[in-house]
């Protein structure tokens, strides 16, 4: 069970990037894919997550409306586009996986026991 994050860097503030992430070694269509991300000093929080129908996603208040999380099943990877980036949005990224039944969602890091390694993001000018 591996999930390896790729697509961060450095970006200014309005710019846009877009993280993946590649899963191997299960049904990743049976997964609930989540993206958190950890600032220095603070702790990991909850950016969104898409449950195993596409339609299902959620968001933090913070990004709702300009991240979109998204997931191809046959390429085993979600991804999380990011538009309209600000300097708070600097942080690691972490995309994290775990069984889930069609109609839930899970928001907190205590409920995935799967995590790649993380990709920096950093919003500056």
């Known amino acids: 069970v591996q999930l390896q994050a790729s697509g961060g860097g450095l970006v200014q503030p309005g710019g846009s990037l877009r993280l993946s992430c590649v899963a191997s070694?299960?049904?990743?269509?049976?997964?609930?894919m989540g993206w958190f991300r950890q600032a220095p000093g603070k702790e990991r929080e909850f950016i969104a997550v898409?449950?195993?129908?596409?339609?299902?996603?959620d968001y933090a208040a913070s990004v709702k409306g300009r991240f979109t999380i998204s997931r191809d099943n046959g390429k085993k990877t979600v991804y999380l586009q990011m538009n309209s980036l600000k300097p708070e949005d600097t942080a690691v990224y972490y995309c994290a996986a775990r069984d889930c039944i069609m109609t839930v969602l899970y928001r907190t890091v205590s409920e995935y026991g799967n995590w790649g390694q993380g990709t920096q993001v950093t919003v500056s000018s």
């Open positions: 898409i449950g195993r129908s596409t339609s299902n996603t």
């Open positions: 070694g299960w049904s990743f269509s049976r997964q609930c």
